[in-house]
């Protein structure tokens, strides 16, 4: 099935049976893919012993350590070929993951995040407040996942207004001209995790400016490290912000994604939990021998995407822990699988972009 196709496909709309048989088929094919047109990727697969002419179902196929992308060139395409390469968060010293992107899987990621977002605040473009500086935009050094992020997520904004001055400081006079002007509309934020704590949040709370965002939807995401250090927990995270701005704790939706599998994101519903989207799913592996975990199990997260097609990220391991609570079951009504972080795994790197950013503190 092209990806075209498979991106019509309403998000959460496919049964267990469909899911299963639409994944399977666009892994599969990626899989081929990858191992005639990537030579590390097929000489990993056959030091796995994969029989690409009889390939298991995708929660049997081999996983990439999504640490390898820091370590090698993985790519599936021509370099002539590549229009973007993306490259994950990371403090200084630390290497980063380069992912690279032709025309094709740039487009897809978009479509995929579109369709997703959509789902949550709608498919008409609303005013925008994106809680973060624009000198992320502005200064190359500073781009990566994290101005990458706002950037994607930009594009669902009619009219775009940052909250925090080039000194991460709050911009007061230009959000209230901003929410003056959209008086009574839908407002779509945007923001890292730590970084709507510490520069949104607690600002307003020192300067005692109340804006009205009653009517406003957050999506944030990019790591809880440091926030748990501050014994912050997302109840109380959504608490803080309804009472500092009026945010009802229901609009605000954490999310989990990596720069390795851009595009397909993990949305918290209503109800708190991530939710897996057609076009993704979440798999949990017992760390002593990489068996699948239970229900309710504890064990590291593996993600598989219908997405990467220029990079041979479609099967990853990821460094964090988690557990499935459920599938098809959520009290949201959203079926597929719903899951929750636990954390990294110890000893992995600092690596979302709320928490490198907050590393520096």
């Given amino acids: 099935m092209d990806i075209n196709e498979i991106l019509e496909i309403a998000p959460y709309s496919l049964s267990k049976e469909q899911k299963h048989s639409l994944l399977n088929e666009r892994l ?15 000489r990993m697969m056959d030091a796995m012993g994969l029989d690409i002419q009889n390939l298991p179902d995708y929660e049997q196929l081999p996983f990439l350590p999504v640490r390898l992308f820091k370590e090698f060139e993985l790519r599936s395409v021509p370099k002539e070929e590549v229009v973007k390469t993306m490259t994950s968060s990371g403090t200084t010293g630390q290497q980063v993951s380069r992912i690279f992107l032709d025309r094709e899987t740039s487009s897809a990621q978009q479509k995929c995040l579109t369709k997703i977002v959509s789902h949550f605040i709608g498919t008409k473009r609303v005013p925008m407040l994106i809680l973060d500086s624009s000198a992320v935009i502005k200064n190359r050094n500073m781009f990566s996942a994290r101005g990458a992020g706002i950037l994607g997520f930009s594009m669902f904004g009619s009219k775009r207004q940052y909250a925090l001055d080039e000194n991460m400081e709050l911009d007061i006079e230009g959000m209230k001209n901003f929410l ?21 949040y607690k600002k307003l709370l020192e300067t005692g400016y ?42 605000v939706h ?18 708190g939990h991530l939710h897996a989207s057609a076009f993704s799913d979440v798999l949990i592996r017992r760390p002593y021998d990489f068996s699948l975990a239970e229900i309710g199990e504890k ?3 593996e993600v598989v995407s219908v997405l990467p097609g220029s990079y041979p990220g479609h099967v990853l391991l990821t460094e964090d822990e988690g557990m499935i609570l459920g599938e098809d079951d959520c009290p949201c009504g959203m079926p597929g699988k719903y899951f929750k972080i636990e ?13 490198t950013y907050a590393a520096k503190f």
């Fill in 210 to 251: 109340k804006p009205d965002l009653s009517k406003g939807v957050l999506i944030h995401g990019g790591g809880w490290k440091k926030l748990v250090n501050e014994k912050v927990s997302p109840e109380e995270y959504k608490a803080c912000l309804n009472d500092a701005c009026g945010i009802l704790p229901e609009n």
């Fill in 299 to 301: 064990g590291l997260i």
């Fill in 28 to 42: 599969h094919e990626l899989t081929r893919k990858h191992y005639e047109q990537c030579e590390p990727y097929r």
């Fill in 180 to 200: 003056e002007e959209h008086k009574g509309e839908t407002i779509f934020m945007f923001g890292f995790t730590f970084m709507v704590w510490q520069h949104f």
């Fill in 254 to 271: 954490d999310y989990y994604g990596m720069v390795e599998q851009t595009g397909c994101i993990y949305m918290e519903c209503k109800c």
């Fill in 343 to 355: 954390g990294r795994i110890k000893n992995a790197e600092i690596r979302g972009c709320s928490d």
